[in-house]
Nanobody, 120 residues
Framework: QVQLVESGGGLVQPGRSLRLSCAASGSIFSIYSMGWYRQAPGKQRDLVGTITSGGTTVYADSVKGRFTISRDNAKNTVYLQMNSLKPEDTAVYYC??????????????WGQGTQVTVSS
């Protein structure tokens, strides 16, 4: 069994920064892509960005230049550094990872979500 646990959400003023963490635990043989999605009230869940096991990143246009995804493979953890936050960044942020518990068979897992609210 695999779990993803996010932390680091909260209330922050516009222009400030926040860092989210997501740690994977359980029966893990290998972790492939990891990433972050977000869902604002009344909207669909959208991609924020992803990072491969080799460190290649992809970002949504709305966060390019402000958000940075990184990962620590030794700790099975992915991070989301969010700078210059805007009110429109307010959402529940979800961690996502493609994880194999046995060689060659990977499944997609989601965290429980963490609320980020950007408001003065």
């Amino acid at each position: 069994q695999v779990q993803l646990v996010e932390s680091g959400g909260g209330l922050v003023q516009p222009g400030r920064s926040l860092r989210l963490s997501c740690a994977a635990s359980g029966s893990i043989f290998s972790i492939y892509s990891m990433g972050w999605y977000r869902q604002a009230p009344g909207k669909q869940r959208d991609l924020v960005g992803t990072i491969t096991s080799g460190g290649t990143t992809v970002y949504a246009d709305s966060v390019k230049g402000r958000f940075t995804i990184s990962r620590d493979n030794a700790k099975n953890t992915v991070y989301l550094q969010m700078n210059s936050l805007k009110p429109e960044d307010t959402a529940v942020y979800y961690c996502n990872a493609e994880i194999a518990s046995t060689p060659g068979i990977a499944y997609n897992y989601w965290g429980q979500g963490t609320q980020v609210t950007v408001s003065s």
